[in-house]
């Protein structure tokens, strides 16, 4: 029986990184789709690397980009696969507003390009479509939590976007009898997250605030709620959406939201500090007031913990307006109940399983990191 056979978009990113080596292990041969870059940009996905003469590869990948429909279409007619994950995206919100136009093209007809794609080369029948939409297409929230048939209301040229992008995969469905389904992905993360993203960004920050390598971090809106959920667990619904025998469309979220704020304050407890934040607005701040001895020294280390004591009553983090979006989605929190009816799927990390694998992660990449930098000696003091 020959094994079935994936073409991800963005397979280098977080998503893409997790789905790829889920899939392999599933027996599927895996093709990704990678933009040229004069830089390495496949370190989530290095592991899974085959060298080109293998000729059992079950890794392939090919350089292409969403703006391209040329590109795009000879990659599909060579591949010939089963499923198409789409994940490819310009996908941080705030930089959508200083590249609205490049944003549009890939991230809204770049979907287009790739139903396209798929209907050209006759492939309806054998080819089904993940569409990556996201909870942004919310924003101006019309109802709590949101579900499926909740209105979208976008707010950043990213959501408008990924606005176009669902509306047109769920027209090629209707029109041509695709099996393309959106899933309604609402925030996820992992140690894998880009580290301009709010959440790598915080705990980052955490790690090397607690390593006396970094004084403080700016943040933007610390009031802003979202619904975090574990990359690990969302990218196995994306796979559960293309084995339904019907295309449809699924909202992914854990149904739990938390403030930004909040989350800087679960991130700097697994490490044995309290912060506590004072003041509002732009003059908000975050402090510490006390840190537990042994958790800092069980997950930072016992070394670190005499410089960072002296820090106690000292701000970490600032706010800062520039990181203010022009229009602001305030609270995100998703329905999951067809997802969990249909799909057979639940979320099986919550919010303080992730935060700790995510800041325990950073800590070792940072220690790694200075490691190397000051000649595999020490890591030097931030304060010394």
Not at 52 to 65: A, C, W
Not at 161 to 189: D, P, Q
Not at 236 to 258: C, F, H, N, R, W
Not at 308 to 334: Q, S
Request: charged share 25%; aromatic share 10%; glycine share 6%.
């Amino acid at each position: 029986m020959s094994k079935k056979v994936a073409l991800i978009t963005g397979v280098t990113g977080q998503d893409g990184a997790y789905l790829a080596e889920y899939l392999i292990k599933k027996g599927y041969i895996v093709h990704g789709l990678k933009r040229r870059s004069s830089l390495f940009n496949t370190d989530r996905i290095d592991h899974l690397y085959q060298d080109p003469h293998d000729e059992n590869r079950n890794m392939i990948l090919h350089y292409g980009d969403m703006t391209d429909s040329m590109n795009l279409t000879r990659i599909i007619g060579d591949v010939q696969p089963d499923e198409i994950y789409n994940l490819a995206a310009m996908s941080h919100v705030k930089v959508s507003f200083d590249t609205p136009e490049y944003t549009a093209n890939a991230d809204g007809i770049g979907t287009l390009r790739v139903l396209e794609a798929v209907r050209l080369l006759n492939l309806t029948q054998k080819t089904r479509i993940y569409q990556a939409s996201t909870s942004e297409l919310y924003g101006l929230v019309q109802e709590i939590p949101q579900k499926e048939t909740t209105p979208f209301y976008p707010r950043s040229p990213y959501a408008v976007a990924k606005l176009y992008a669902y509306w047109i995969t769920v027209n090629y469905r209707e029109a041509y009898g695709m099996h393309a389904s959106n899933g309604i992905l609402f925030n996820h993360e992992s140690p894998l997250r880009g580290e301009t993203f709010v959440t790598r960004k915080v705990t980052r920050a955490v790690a090397r605030i607690a390593l006396n390598l970094q004084e403080k971090v700016y943040m933007g809106n610390l009031s802003s709620k979202r619904d975090w959920g574990h990359a690990k667990d969302y990218i196995k619904a994306m796979y559960l959406i293309l084995q339904q025998d019907e295309p449809d469309d699924y909202v992914i979220s854990t149904g739990v939201t938390t403030t930004i704020r909040d989350f800087i304050k679960m991130s700097f407890s697994e490490v044995g500090v309290e912060v506590e934040f004072r003041g509002s607005d732009e003059k908000e701040e975050g402090y510490i007031v006390s840190v537990n001895d042994e958790v800092f020294a069980k997950t930072v280390g016992e070394a670190h913990l005499p410089a960072f004591k002296k820090r106690i009553g000292n701000v970490v983090v600032g706010v800062d307006p520039a990181y203010f979006r022009p229009t602001e989605v305030d609270i995100l929190i998703g329905d999951n109940t067809k997802a969990r009816t249909k799909l057979g799927w639940e979320p099986t990390y919550d919010l303080k399983a992730l935060c700790q694998d995510m800041v325990l992660h950073d800590i070792e990449v940072m220690k790694r990191e200075e490691f190397l930098k000051n000649g595999g000696y020490r890591i030097m003091n931030y304060f010394e």
